[in-house]
């Protein structure tokens, strides 16, 4: 009878690192470690060599920047999806590609089963599980962290030390860091007490807006169908552009986020991130909309935006209504093209101009001044019949007087 395999969805974090040992012995099987590089600087460093060091009989490393920006990550832009307001969620967007990347290899390996290094309480693990049950219904999944007998990262962190697996957590630097080219998301640690200001050691790449440069940053970023091509009239490859925006907006302390948010699962986490690309763009592209789509379209699509942010932040990628109404949101980006310029200052993000050949803003129509071609006594017949439901509701309310007054 030949021996298991499952394939294991790899970061090198503490978690995964732990896990291909543990598995390798719960099992008795060979592992396969599947690492997608999404643009994270630290543990991708080694990490093939410390998959096989770990106890795997083969790791496999692909790069996925460019897929996961173009076919994700600039899904979730168009869409203007920041959960709950605020989170561009740049773990998130990128778990469904790390879903589809694991199923990928799990056919070509001839697998049966794979196996994540998600929580029991997290998120990830249901997006990871329902992302596979969405793409190949018949994959078995492992999930050891909700079964194993560790019960904290310290027992983990003895486990590993025990077994001579590499980690970079200790007790003294407990943070779980997740990053990729979107964004970072630090938990862990002294976070979990939210009354407690995250120290400086949280953050892993934006400066101390105090400590940014005294002299302000001008950019020019240029969209095309509310895709981002150009920055500073130069047409860069999405990788380019967000890498090069990351480093921009760190080194001024753009993008740092201190969230509380509601989890899958029900529960409220803490999580402190950074995403300088992400907030840039989103703050740019929203304003190429503002002066764009009109008004029913608009405000029709905020309410989308916040339905497909949820969906993403709940692992429904997949979904048939997501397909749907990022159907919508492709319409809505036909004509949002155009450039807009930024500063960048201590923290800040200033939006100094923004142009488009499909503006509907009209000056003329706006201005106070002689200018002004707005016919000011249509108006008067405007307000009665737009006001006429809410008079005609006033006057049921009191029958009795002939006039209302508000």
């Not at 496999?60 to 561009?88: C, H, M, Q």
């Not at 962290?145 to 027992?155: A, D, I, M, N």
């Not at 753009?254 to 950074?274: A, H, M, P, Q």
Request: glycine share 6%; charged share 25%; aromatic share 8%.
């Amino acid at each position: 009878m030949a021996k298991r395999k499952i394939v294991v969805a790899y970061s090198g974090g503490l978690d995964t690192s732990v896990m291909v040992k543990w598995l390798k012995d719960k099992y008795d099987a060979d592992i396969v470690t599947a690492t997608g590089f999404l643009g994270q600087v630290k543990e991708i460093e080694g990490v093939k060599e410390k998959a096989l060091k770990t106890g795997a009989v083969k790791a496999i490393v692909l790069d996925l920047r460019e897929e996961f920006l173009t076919n994700y990550v600039w899904k979730a832009l168009k869409a203007s999806a920041l959960y709950e307001g605020a989170y561009p969620m740049a773990c998130a967007i990128g778990r469904p590609l790390l879903a589809k990347m694991l199923v990928d290899v799990a056919i070509e390996e001839g697998v049966d089963s794979v196996a994540h290094g998600c929580t029991g309480k997290g998120n990830d693990q249901v997006r990871f599980e329902v992302g596979v049950q969405s793409l190949a219904p018949r994959l078995d999944v492992i999930a050891p962290l909700r079964t194993w007998e560790f019960k904290s990262r310290e027992e983990e962190m003895e486990y590993a030390r025990k077994h001579n697996i590499p980690v970079k957590a200790t007790k003294e630097n407990p943070y779980s860091i997740d990053e990729n080219l979107w964004g970072i998301a630090v938990e862990c640690g002294v976070l979990e007490d939210p009354t407690v200001s995250p120290p400086d050691d949280a953050y892993q790449i934006t400066v101390d807006p105090k400590n940014s440069p005294d002299t302000p940053a001008l950019i020019t970023i240029g969209f095309e169908k509310g895709i981002p091509i150009c920055l500073n009239e130069i047409e860069l490859s999405a990788v380019e552009l967000v890498s090069q925006l990351r480093d921009l907006g760190a080194a001024y302390g753009v993008g740092r986020l201190d969230l509380i948010e509601n989890r899958v699962v029900g529960i409220k986490s803490r999580e402190i991130y950074e995403a300088p690309a992400a907030v840039i763009l989103h703050t740019a592209h929203s304003e190429l909309e503002r002066l764009i789509l009109d008004k029913e379209t608009f405000r029709y699509k905020q309410n989308v935006s916040n339905k497909i942010a949820n969906l993403i932040y709940d692992g429904l990628w997949y979904s048939p209504l997501f397909k749907s109404l990022c159907a919508f949101v492709d319409a809505t980006q036909e004509n949002i093209t155009g450039e807009v310029k930024l500063e960048l200052y201590k923290g800040t993000i200033k939006t100094l101009s923004r142009s488009s050949v499909y503006s509907l803003y009209n000056k003329n129509l706006a201005t106070y001044t002689v200018e002004d071609t707005f016919d000011h006594k249509s108006s008067d017949g405007f307000i009665k019949i737009y006001g006429l439901p809410y008079k005609t509701i006033a006057l049921v309310k009191n029958p009795a007087k002939e006039e209302v007054t508000v």
